[in-house]
């Protein structure tokens, strides 16, 4: 910890995730976190080794943080009703945290966090759900990515308010899920 400031590592990256959340992902700066600490850019060097750093950090937290909600949901739950859970957990934090969620879709270098237990909880989440449904490799990883793309999809159009129409999306949402449901009962077999 800084005497001065009363900085640490997590006190900067939970700032600029607060900062992300007001501002945007995208505009999220070392300058910004210094300001909301008072203190020169330099100070934040010894907590982050730069901007890329300071939003990998974000992107780690945010994950974890999607990761406890959909984890929770998941307790004692399986089959469809373990996937609607997963869902709608990973909707509600989409629109709860639109540009902290931004931040996990980052590129980051495998090397540099291959191991993160964020992004390895969330696979382990993932499989929890699939397992309900029987999926071998390789439909395991397809069904994977299925899922992923439909409610990332879903998730930033709603919260960009990408869906214009009378209808709200949240009278969708149950009906795609089901429509899920129903695509991963029938997974087709590649043998």
Do not use: C
């Amino acid at each position: 910890m800084s005497p001065r400031s009363g900085l640490t590592t997590e006190r900067v990256v939970r700032a600029a995730a607060e900062i992300a959340d007001e501002i945007g992902f995208e505009k999220l700066t070392l300058s910004a976190v210094a300001r909301k600490f008072g203190v020169k850019d330099p100070s934040l060097y010894v907590h982050v080794r730069n901007l890329h750093d300071l939003r990998v950090r974000v992107a780690l937290l945010a994950s974890d943080e999607l990761n406890d909600r959909i984890g929770t949901a998941l307790e004692g739950r399986s089959g469809k009703d373990a996937l609607v859970a997963f869902a709608d957990a990973y909707r509600s934090y989409v629109l709860d945290h639109p540009e902290r969620y931004a931040a996990t879709q980052i590129r980051m270098d495998p090397a540099e966090v291959g191991n993160e237990p964020a992004l390895l909880r969330s696979i382990e989440l993932t499989t929890a759900v699939l397992r309900g449904y029987e999926l071998e490799e390789p439909e395991g990883l397809d069904a994977a990515r299925l899922l992923r793309s439909t409610f990332h999809g879903f998730a930033t159009l709603e919260a960009a308010g990408g869906f214009a129409h009378s209808r709200a999306p949240g009278s969708s949402w149950p009906h795609i899920v089901d429509a899920l449901h129903l695509t991963l009962s029938n997974w087709p077999s590649y043998t």
